[in-house]
């Protein structure tokens, strides 16, 4: 893989393409499999031969027979059993013997998992035409756009306790028109990769299609594109003297926080503690709360819980069981400063 923000992709082997008996029996007719010539230049430079990449969301093992091309081990997990058997049948045709398919959900299944390498997958896109029997455990089966991206949190929260430190994530991922409405799916899942792993870098994936002009005033596209986003598994190392600063302007301003957790060790002479964010622990006091959350807003920082955006005033008796809001701000320099809100 060269350093270009993006890669061309021109030509499918038919060798690897999922045969059309195996296609010919999935009730959606095996609609979007990607490439498996997409995936190997990720796996090839990604990891390292014989290690183990993942893949969350299998379909019909496209990841994992990249994997087997290019010497690596491989898991699979998919939801839809039926999809899941297929997939083994194209993969024993194609003699991957060191692909694992699992059926299930990686939130349930995570604990069976070993230490992955890499994790690389194609997310399942909102919007997409679902059977009426779709689990609303399955992504597809989402009706709202919001419960769809907390979903995609969860999941890929539960990934981080599988990876390896160092290791990356590479989610491929297009935004989307529906009903004549641009959604930023792409974009949005970078926010909420960004939020549990560093997200380092992107590639414009390109498809050679059939372009056609446009009228004037005419704006829809022929979504010849997509992108995989990477990210690193890796604590981010805090910003201390800012953090520092910023507690001082707390306590000046006379908010009731208390330091927690890493920070809190490392200033009490832990300095074998690397702290990532700031803790802060406060009662659950709306008028207490809601002035320390106002504070930090109009100091630059965003609200959010579990990756959705909040607005002030935050309604927090609808919280309360999520146990904290993330404040976080990124300054012009590339520097980030994240603070943790929890209440007792």
Not at 126 to 155: D, K, R
Not at 158 to 179: F, Q, T, W, Y
Not at 200 to 228: F, T
Request: hydrophobic share 45%; charged share 30%; net charge neutral.
């Amino acid at each position: 893989m060269n350093d270009n923000s993006w890669l061309l992709l021109e030509y499918e082997d038919p060798r690897y393409r999922i045969p059309t008996a195996l296609r010919a029996r999935d009730v959606r007719a095996a609609r979007d499999i990607g490439w498996v010539e997409q995936m190997r230049p990720f796996v090839r430079h990604f990891s390292a031969p014989g290690g183990l990449v993942l893949d969350p969301f299998a379909g019909f093992g496209t990841t994992l027979l990249a994997a087997h091309l290019e010497g690596r081990r491989s898991i699979g997990i998919e939801l839809d059993a039926a999809r899941a058997a297929l997939a083994r049948e194209r993969l024993q045709l194609q003699q991957a013997d060191d692909a694992r398919m699992l059926t299930g959900d990686l939130r349930n299944l995570r604990d069976r998992l070993p230490t992955i390498d890499l994790c690389l997958t194609s997310l399942p896109y909102f919007g997409a035409p679902a059977m009426p029997e779709t689990s609303p455990q399955q992504l597809y089966g989402q009706l709202q756009y919001e419960p769809f991206l907390e979903q995609v949190h969860e999941i890929f929260r539960s990934l981080r306790d599988c990876m390896k430190p160092g290791g990356h994530v590479i989610v491929m991922a297009e935004n989307l028109r529906l009903d004549g409405r641009f959604v930023p799916l792409a974009w949005d899942v970078a926010r909420v990769l960004a939020g549990l792993f560093e997200l380092r870098e992107e590639r414009v994936l390109l498809y050679r299609r059939i372009a056609k002009e446009l009228a004037p005033g005419e704006w829809h596209s022929n979504r010849s594109h997509e992108y995989a986003l990477i990210a690193e598994v890796r604590r981010e190392t805090l910003d201390v003297a800012a953090a520092m600063a910023l507690w001082h302007e707390i306590q000046a301003g006379g908010h009731a926080a208390t330091l927690r957790g890493s920070l809190a060790r490392r200033l009490a002479g832990d300095h074998g503690v690397v702290p990532a964010d700031m803790d802060l622990k406060v009662d659950f006091d709306a008028t207490k709360l809601q002035a320390l959350l106002q504070f930090l807003v109009e100091r630059g920082f965003a609200l959010r819980c579990w990756q959705r955006p909040l607005r002030l005033p935050v309604d927090l008796e609808a919280l309360r069981e999520r146990d904290y809001i993330r404040a976080e701000r990124l300054d012009r320099d590339g520097r980030r400063l994240v603070v943790d809100v929890g209440w007792t």
